[in-house]
């Protein structure tokens, strides 16, 4: 079955920025839509940028300009590079594998376990 892992959460100062990767095991090839989700305590999960099979990427309005999405077909891994973190984008981060996607949506077969994402003002 597939897993996933993140892994480089932690905290930062407003104006920071941290690198978070999600390792996914279990499956035969790695040529499904990947993304990234987060939740901030009180609020509802949302789509923070995902990464088709083909390299095409899609960013919450939010985060444009900031946050990167890029993915390691052969190690089967999924990046995201955050800039100029704000207080607002503290919440638990989420890798997603596989699933349905659009132009502006994704819904994800797999979750990862999540990693906590700290900015301080």
């Known amino acids: 079955q597939v897993r996933l892992v993140e892994t480089g959460g932690g905290s930062v100062q407003a104006g920071g920025s941290l690198r978070l990767s999600c390792a996914a095991t279990?499956?035969?090839?790695?040529?499904?839509?990947m993304g990234w989700f987060r939740q901030a305590p009180g609020k509802q999960r949302e789509l923070v940028a995902f990464i088709t099979s083909s390299g095409s990427t899609n960013y919450a309005d939010s985060v444009k300009g900031r946050f990167t999405i890029s993915r390691d077909n052969g190690k089967d891994t999924v990046y995201l590079q955050m800039n100029s973190l704000k207080p607002e984008d503290t919440a638990v981060y989420y890798c997603?594998?596989?699933?349905?996607?659009?132009?502006?949506?994704?819904?994800?077969?797999?979750w990862g376990q999540g990693t906590q994402v700290t900015v301080s003002s």
């Open positions: 279990g499956r035969t090839f790695s040529y499904h839509v």
């Open positions: 997603a594998d596989d699933g349905e996607f659009g132009s502006d949506y994704y819904y994800p077969t797999y």
